[in-house]
């Protein structure tokens, strides 16, 4: 159902009550983001579920350290979008600074909401950015039925002359929070998804939940990426990795590079905008259009942006008691 902004913000602040107005603000424009986007299963729902935001504590300030081109980030058991931002901050800084920023994250026990959120903002800052994230285990794969991997987004974003460039995929077949959202809503999910306990193949998001899903297309391909994310933001990062437990570090790896070091920002800019020109003018199947990523993303922000609403599925407003 579409909704105000404004109201969405007052019930989401009611909520957030615990925080610093800056943490409230920071964690309120993700949700917004992913919901307005149509990565809704990253947006609001984040307020149940079972990792809700409200009740994350943060058990000391947010650390960095630096070395050369790489920022070391201590989350402090902050929410995790409040210390990715302060992450994202120091790769953007690095990256002007040396041409190349890394940052890493560990210490954080909650997810990021969505990963374009800040791919967007790091190439509004004409910058490339690849960022990874893992967290407790509930994907499988290499033919095993036990949870190894987190969900394992991944994504990266380019600038252009016009609007960004940017993608975010999750390696599992879906996201945690899309079995939260299927039994919240009573719903089945698709074949091929998922596993129960026992490792036998399930329609039942529950059964799911304790089980674990497969990967997006069930084979070494999507496993390799899952299993690179979980290297990245899991080991380097000094994060947990193939663990289940809610207890453990979830972790990020943020990579930016400064084009203008490269072949130069103004010409990169203008080369992508003309690569994606030619590409919408190419010919398609018969009944089929061009939609190249974050199209529809940016079509749909433009429409929160300009209107001042966003479309929140009943349900997740019932569940995070909104109405």
């Not at 994504?155 to 609007?163: Q, V």
């Not at 690179?228 to 930016?256: H, K, N, Q, R, W």
């Not at 398609?284 to 429409?303: D, H, V």
Request: proline share 4%; net charge neutral; hydrophobic share 40%.
């Amino acid at each position: 159902m579409l909704v105000k902004v404004d109201w969405l913000k007052e019930k989401t602040e009611a909520i957030l009550k615990d925080f610093s107005s800056s943490d409230q603000e920071s964690i309120f424009n993700a949700l917004l983001w992913a919901e307005s986007t149509g990565k809704h299963t990253q947006g609001f729902l984040k307020l149940a579920g079972t990792e809700p935001i409200q009740s994350i504590k943060a058990t000391s300030k947010i650390k960095i350290k630096n070395k050369k081109c790489v920022s070391r980030v201590d989350g402090g058991g902050n929410p995790s979008v409040v210390a990715t931002e302060r992450a994202l901050a120091e790769a953007i800084s690095n990256a002007k600074k040396h041409g190349v920023g890394i940052a890493t994250l560990n210490n954080t026990f909650s997810s990021n909401a969505t990963q374009s959120y800040y791919l967007y903002k790091a190439a509004k800052k004409d910058l490339i950015c690849l960022m990874m994230s893992r967290s407790p285990a509930v994907q499988t794969g290499f033919g095993s039925i036990d949870p190894l991997f987190g969900t394992n987004p991944f994504g990266l974003s380019f600038p252009t002359k016009d609007e960004p460039l940017f993608f975010d995929y999750t390696t599992a077949s879906m996201t945690f929070y899309g079995l939260i959202l299927a039994s919240i809503k009573g719903e089945r999910l698709p074949a091929d998804v998922a596993l129960d306990k026992d490792g036998d193949p399930t329609f039942n998001p529950n059964s799911a939940i304790k089980g674990a899903m497969r990967s997006f297309d069930s084979n070494h391909k999507s496993d390799s990426l899952a299993l690179m994310v979980e290297t990245l933001a899991g080991p380097l990062a000094g994060a947990a990795f193939a663990d289940t437990s809610l207890e453990t570090s979830y972790g990020t790896f943020i990579l930016c590079m400064d084009p203008d070091v490269f072949t130069g920002a103004k010409r990169f800019k203008s080369d992508m905008s003309e690569m994606l020109k030619r590409i919408n003018n190419s010919r398609t199947e018969y009944g089929k259009s061009i939609r190249l990523p974050s199209t529809q993303a940016l079509e749909k922000w433009g429409f929160t942006q300009n209107t001042g609403l966003v479309d929140v599925d009943e349900a997740v407003l019932r569940e995070v008691d909104f109405l």
